[in-house]
């Protein structure tokens, strides 16, 4: 499978994942992994509604995109991964999926979260999945859209302070 990049982005397929980032990427399909969106016919219509035309669209469950990952299912396309969290990404890491590089977009503000940049907002469980892909020698960048640099997503991390 030719994954020609993989991004991290709570609200999954929009304007900068649509627009901006397919294009720039070249993708012909973009995969949403994610077990909750992967069962919500709700969601998976909005997301369909979303996706660039020509473009193609699979919205799996961890362990499904693992296994056609794993077995070569879409060898012959250049797919787009996007998951909101990064313990998505640390799970089909640990179960034989190979990644180089991860992009954090867009993770939203709730109650919980600390926040590391204006778009960026992560819990204690999101820093530990994001070290783990680091110890993997996984590089993990920070890159709003195409045209801003890429920048070390470790050093941002370096921010995080737990909430009490």
């Not at 720039?24 to 995969?31: D, T």
């Not at 499904?64 to 313990?87: L, N, W």
């Not at 179960?95 to 993770?107: A, E, P, Q, R, S």
């Not at 045209?147 to 995080?160: P, R, S, V």
């Amino acid at each position: 499978m030719a994954i020609i990049a993989v991004r991290i982005d709570g609200r999954l397929i929009h304007g900068q994942v649509a627009n901006l980032w397919t294009t720039k990427l070249g993708a012909s399909r973009i995969m949403v992994i994610d077990d909750k969106v992967a069962a919500s016919d709700i969601e998976k219509s909005g997301l369909k509604l979303a996706r660039p035309t020509g473009v193609d669209l699979s919205v799996l469950p961890e362990k499904t995109a693992a296994e056609h990952i794993k077995r070569g299912g879409y060898d012959s396309q250049k797919v787009f991964i996007v998951v909101k969290r990064p313990s998505i990404l640390l799970d089909l890491v640990n179960d034989g999926v190979k990644l180089d590089t991860i992009n954090v977009g867009n993770m939203s503000q709730t109650d919980d979260t600390t926040q590391l940049t204006n778009s960026i907002n992560v819990v204690q469980a999101d820093v530990d999945a994001f070290n783990g892909l680091h110890e993997k020698g996984i590089k993990v960048t920070s890159q709003m859209v195409p045209g801003d640099n890429a920048q070390d997503f470790m050093e941002i991390l370096k921010k995080f302070k737990p909430k009490k």
